[in-house]
């Protein structure tokens, strides 16, 4: 098939860059559960910070990785260990997912109830995404978005690009399941055969998830090279049988290239 029935889109790093946003919700939410003596980060920390994005997978983790660099964490360390990296800072900052979670979503709600136009700023969709999207849609394909983000942020900055997606098409941290399993049920969600589904994301562990699910076998994945992803993670996809590498000029041509 040429043309999918669903379009499922990874937002951050797919859709849109949000990293100058990323920062600075991360550096309020991180002056609110550690309360540094000094409310302005220190020089050079935003550079820091930005390349380490791919390692961020739910938006609690962004104020632990300033706690980790602030705290003598070295960024190799951080790009290359995070997952076993992050107990060990729960322990020594005495805070959990929960608590940094809070934080994260309650400054972007402040933020987006007392300045909604200063947060909008801050995002930039990357060229071409969306018109590539509109077109999908007079396609007749299904857009879904699939993301770790609080959906109604999504809604947000979706609707002041005039882009109008159902509420339920737009699948974000609220779910609470992995992607795979938020891909699983819009495959099973008709009664009469199963929609051919493609799944765009920044992510290789997230592709990586879905290619180890049987019943998601025959779902082609993209990993999008122009989103929060490593060399490192572009030369796995590179070499996969079943990911393949997708560039900016590549999601807005024709389906029938993709993967080619």
């Not at 632990?64 to 602030?70: A, E, I, P, S």
């Not at 290359?80 to 959990?96: E, G, K, N, S």
């Not at 934080?103 to 909008?120: E, F, H, K, Q, T």
């Not at 983000?149 to 609707?159: N, T």
Request: glycine share 6%; net charge negative.
């Amino acid at each position: 098939m040429v043309v999918p029935d669903i379009l499922a889109l990874d937002f951050d790093g797919v859709v849109c860059d949000g990293l100058l946003e990323y920062f600075e919700t991360a550096w309020q939410a991180y002056c609110l559960v550690f309360q540094p003596q000094v409310s302005d980060p220190p020089t050079g920390l935003a550079e820091r910070f930005y390349p380490l994005r791919p390692v961020v997978e739910s938006g609690w983790e962004m104020p632990l990785v300033l706690y980790g660099l602030l705290h003598g964490v070295a960024d190799d360390a951080i790009l290359d260990h995070w997952p076993q990296l992050i107990p060990q800072l729960f322990t020594q900052a005495r805070v959990d997912a929960a608590r940094l979670g809070e934080a994260v979503d309650g400054v972007r709600d402040r933020w987006i109830s007392g300045n909604l136009a200063s947060w909008l700023a801050l995002h930039r969709f990357y060229p071409g995404v969306l018109p590539r999207v509109q077109q999908a849609l007079e396609q007749g394909v299904q857009v879904r978005i699939i993301s770790t983000k609080e959906g109604r942020f999504i809604q947000q900055l979706l609707a002041q690009q005039g882009v109008d997606l159902a509420p339920d098409w737009i699948l974000g941290k609220e779910v609470k399941q992995p992607k795979y399993e938020t891909l699983r049920q819009l495959k099973t969600a008709r009664q009469k055969a199963a929609p051919d589904i493609w799944f765009v994301e920044d992510r290789i562990k997230a592709l990586q998830a879905v290619q180890q699910q049987p019943d998601l076998a025959a779902l082609p994945l993209f990993l999008a090279d122009w989103g929060y992803n490593t060399e490192r993670d572009r030369a796995i996809a590179a070499q996969s049988d079943r990911i393949h590498s997708l560039s900016l000029e590549q999601f807005a041509s024709p389906f029938q290239t993709w993967g080619r």
